[in-house]
């Protein structure tokens, strides 16, 4: 005779449920409420999708994961700390994910920025070139043209070329920067931007201007421009010379009397896009690389001319080279 199979109230109740969670339990996951923290991610993932590292299979498994994860952030900080890492992944190590407390940080420690200072030293002009980075229209201003202005005044009594000191350069606001030194760069399309889908943005230099593609000028001043012809210029480089100082070295390539002293660049010769987060966090993603006025993209530390091995022999090695021409 066939035994009875009975079903205890207990055992109903887990048959259920594991029907209930089969069919029903991920359309109920994915209708839950977008936390806070996933949908910061989600912004953030969107801008990271112009990096440079974008295409590649490393990128979007990252960001698959990032997806997957984001759901289960229980804080803000953790969610930085995901982007802070994502941000590299997407668009190489000139890429960074800045918390709103390490952006406020570095502004309340860079409030007194250096401007560019020049003198002259036996008849050759030398230009020192701090790194600048803010986002006051009228500082940015102020950096551009002071460098203007102290080129202007030590152009009468410079003979023998220019010493452009860019060591321990640690980049900033590229436009204004490039715009301090324009009369030391002759005019035309010196620098450019290439982008991963092999599209580029070429800069037009015409006296204090900097011009992009479309007619709108990025970079201008109203102080009187210095007209230098064929400057002879010894550039000064080292592992501290960073983005934009290393845009500078790329437009002065193959420029006539160009020569650069002393040691390997850092290696981000390239473009960075800012994005600010809703809550003063900073997202630095690269897009594009620089391109000299040949065409030849640089990615990576860019070598000098000639090694200098010591410091403090940069300047005396620029200066014998500048005056065996004068």
Known sequence: MPSKRIWTTG????????IFVTFFGPSIHSNA???VEERYVRRALGSMD???NADTAQWRQARED?????????SMAAAHALLDRLARIAGGPHSSFSAPEQTLAYREANGDHALPEAEVKDRIGVIKLPGFA???LEALQQYT????????EAAPTVQCGWILDLRSHSGGSIYSILGAVTPLIEDGEVLSYAYPDGSTTGLRFEGPRIIAPDGSVWSDSAVPFPRIDSPRVAILQDRGTVSAGEAII???EGQDGVRSFGRDTRGYPSLNDLIQMDDGAILAITVAHNQDRFGKVYDGPIPPDETILSYND???????WLMAQC
């Open 50 to 52: 112009k990096g440079i």
């Open 134 to 136: 803010s986002d006051d």
């Open 11 to 18: 055992a109903v109740a887990v048959l259920v449920a594991l």
């Open 250 to 252: 790329v437009a002065l």
């Open 33 to 35: 409420p977008e936390t």
């Open 145 to 152: 043209d002071t460098g203007i202005l102290q080129i202007a």
């Open 66 to 74: 990032a997806l997957a994860d984001a759901g289960d952030l229980e």
């Open 314 to 320: 940069d300047e005396a090695s620029a200066k014998e």
